[in-house]
């Protein structure tokens, strides 16, 4: 009895650690890419009814270099994180726009926005602003309370 339980706690631990390791580096994002990786996540969040989005990109047909395509997968998997702890949204959208050399990302919601001071930034939003920096980006956060969050960020791709 003692050997089964054992047994089923190993079994739950890896499977745990599995789901674990699948968050942080899902293998369809090594495997196709960006796109197909976001499109994976925002299909979780849509069955999970915790939040409506809308998904579109545009001129994203070559991928980008593993290490960009991974830090902005964590950028969004960390702002659409942020919405559904905070925001009360129910839809949200996010659009990937590439012209020429560069990269357009906006993520919108109806949420409950909030009073963006630069000093006083979660620990969420300094990650995300981190990366951003880390990418060479430019990021804007625009959000009301009461009218929802805009947050546009642009990347120059002559390295990515």
Known sequence: ALLEKSNKAISHAASDMRRIAHNMMPEVLIKLGLIKAIQELVDNINSSKQLKIIFQ????????????????????????????????????????????????????????????LPEKKGVGLNSVKERVLYLNGKLSIDSEVSTGTTVTMEFLLANA
């Open 57 to 116: 990109h545009f001129g994203m047909e070559e991928r980008l270099s593993g290490s960009f395509e991974i830090m902005l997968y964590r950028i969004v998997q960390e702002l659409l994180n942020n919405i559904m702890k905070h925001s009360d949204a129910t839809e949200a959208v996010i659009q990937f726009i590439k012209e020429e050399n560069r990269l357009h990302v906006t993520i919108e919601d109806n949420g409950k926005g909030f009073q963006v």
